[in-house]
């Protein structure tokens, strides 16, 4: 797939990447996801929520808090409890309220939800409920792998059989390998893919890799290849 960049060149002023001729070329280990933040607010602004459409409050006498909000977040579209990738493909910016509100939803889910919020009438209330109970089944779903949670065009059909990484092991696993060695043990699959870059190098999931290969399943990673990025960070 290709990642969506800027339609202009743009070189990072500290040097950890630049977009040029439509390619994005990265010069150091570890910054993708840095990266990704600060190219999705290029490309898509950092003064409107994707979602209320409300303005970033930059005068500080501006207190309609219908047409104002404080403080800016990137959102998920496919959620990360879900395997979405911190790519700028599924990266939106959005007011705090709404990214906290919409959680692990998908935005056609939130939408839904938002027609339930701040109604009192009993009709709302049930309905509401049962979306709630709608909902639960279906992200269980999401869970076992019933339902696809990311878009298949997404991943890679190819077979790719070396993948460049640059990491190595000196200290106990953390915290998110822990949570997504726990995902794999409740619902017997991979949680998250990886992103790598056209020419091979891991660019995201580094966990995964290490859950598929201590599990012995590293053949269904499912990986996302990204055409036009390249890293170029090691001599």
């Known amino acids: 797939m ?9 070189k990072f002023e500290d040097g950890l990447a630049e977009v040029k001729d439509g390619i994005l070329y990265i010069y150091k280990p570890g910054a993708f996801k840095e990266i990704m933040y600060r190219l999705t607010y290029l490309i898509y602004g950092s003064e409107e929520c994707v979602f209320c459409h409300r303005k970033l409050r930059t005068n500080m006498l501006e207190l309609d808090n219908t047409k104002y909000f404080s403080q800016i977040t990137l959102d998920h579209l496919v959620p ?14 959005a007011c705090s309220e709404c990214n906290s509100t919409k959680g692990n939803m998908y ?23 049962q979306f709630k109970k709608d909902l639960e089944y279906k992200q269980r779903q999401r869970r076992l792998g019933e ?36 995902f794999f043990k409740n619902y017997k699959r991979l949680p998250k893919p990886i992103v790598i870059s ?38």
Do not use: H
């Open 147 to 182: 339902i696809e949670s990311v878009n298949k065009e997404w991943f890679s059909e190819e077979l790719i059989r070396n993948i460049y990484v640059n990491f190595w092991i000196t200290e106990p696993l953390g915290v998110m390998y822990k949570k997504q060695e726990s």
């Open 80 to 93: 990360q409890d879900f395997g979405g990738p911190t790519i700028t493909n599924n990266l939106r910016p």
């Open 198 to 235: 056209k020419n091979r190098f891991l660019l995201d999931g580094f966990n995964t890799i290490l859950l598929g290969k201590y599990n012995f399943c590293d053949k269904n990673i499912k990986i996302i290849v990204l055409e036009n990025v390249l890293f170029e960070g090691y001599p």
């Open 107 to 129: 935005p056609d889910e939130f939408q839904e939800y938002m027609k339930f919020e701040g109604k009192k009438d009993k009709e709302s209330k049930i309905a509401k409920r």
């Open 2 to 10: 290709r990642l969506r960049l800027p339609d202009y060149d743009y």
